[in-house]
């Protein structure tokens, strides 16, 4: 089967999922000239032709600077399709990344601070154009590599959203190829004969990301169902059980706790206390269940309205316990999201 079948089928999975495209969207998607961008541009060109919804693709590149940056067979593939390619000039960020590296004392350019500025730059433009939603080439390899990379420098269990919205910015992030791995994309660049832009960034091959790479190969081999069951697991939130999920915070002084709902036993219990339905309840709000001696007396829910501001969304407690849970609880946001506003 060709590469592009599979591809097409994959996105339409991801779009299914995640709603990525919407009726008459205007999309700005960001062209690096890579294989990944451009098999993106290839295939949403001809997923306009299976998709319900008619959406309209704005192609955006930016000429960061860089030594070798030519852009003319990307130009003319990019016309080739029906569109314009619009190259932004920002030749300044190669001058803030040198900076940055010999400010940092790095071996290689800061590609954290050049990604930041990449979306930055394609966010103004996009809302330049009045566009609401930038679409990324980002496929099934990076955000298993992302979740490991998080995992081993920051910390955290977490890779990138399929789906992101930037509220400042009122800006949707769509990654279409999130269920799309590398190699089938090498496939459908060679199938397909299409163009990129060659080795343009210094970093190339010589990041982070790529040892992680080197690692994940070696597990892949030794263990070949791993590479799907670590997409797997990204999706698996009915299996989710990691410490913070069993967490039960004491109140000091008192009898009372709470703790976060996120177990099945939990939504069942949240669900009787709200007169909800399961698939009513929101994953992206913060829900509370407060208990007594180990005994459920009410429940909780804050919603985050933007960065460190959060509000009181709903609280079914005695009037008695009402101030020592509130109390408790901006306590702990402000212990760790100092400066934080809360709005009760």
Known sequence: MRAIRQILALVRKADKDYNLIELNDKIVLGISGGKDSMALLYTLNLYKKFAKSNYEI?????????????????????????????????????????????????THLPCSICSRMKKAIINKYANTINVTKVSFAHHKDDAIETLFLNEIYGGRIATFSPKMLLENEKINFIRPFIYVSESLIKTLIKEENIPTLGIVCPNDKH???????????????????????????????????????????????????????????????????????????????????????????????????????????????????????????????????NPLTFIE
């Open 58 to 106: 704005y192609p955006v590149m930016i000429d960061l600077g860089f030594d070798n940056f030519n852009p003319t067979n990307i130009i003319n593939y990019v016309n080739s399709l029906g569109y314009e390619l619009k190259v932004l000039k920002e030749r300044q960020v190669y001058e803030i990344l040198k900076i940055q590296k010999e400010r940092q004392k790095l």
């Open 207 to 337: 990041t982070e990301r790529e040892h992680i790479k080197e690692i994940l190969n070696n597990i892949y081999t030794l263990y070949p169902s791993s590479k799907q069951n670590f997409l797997n697991m990204l999706k698996n939130k009915e299996k989710l059980d990691i410490f913070y999920m069993h967490e039960d915070h004491q109140i000091e002084n008192t009898t009372l706790s709470y703790r976060l709902i996120k177990e099945i036993n939990d939504l069942i219990t949240y669900k009787i206390f709200n007169n909800e339905s399961y698939s009513e309840i929101d994953y992206s709000s913060f829900k509370f269940l407060i208990c007594e001696k180990g005994k459920t007396i009410g429940t909780a829910s804050i919603i985050k309205l933007k960065d460190r501001v959060y509000k009181l969304n709903s609280l079914n407690l005695k009037d008695e316990y009402k101030t020592l849970f509130l109390n408790d609880l901006k306590k702990e946001l402000y212990a760790r999201y």
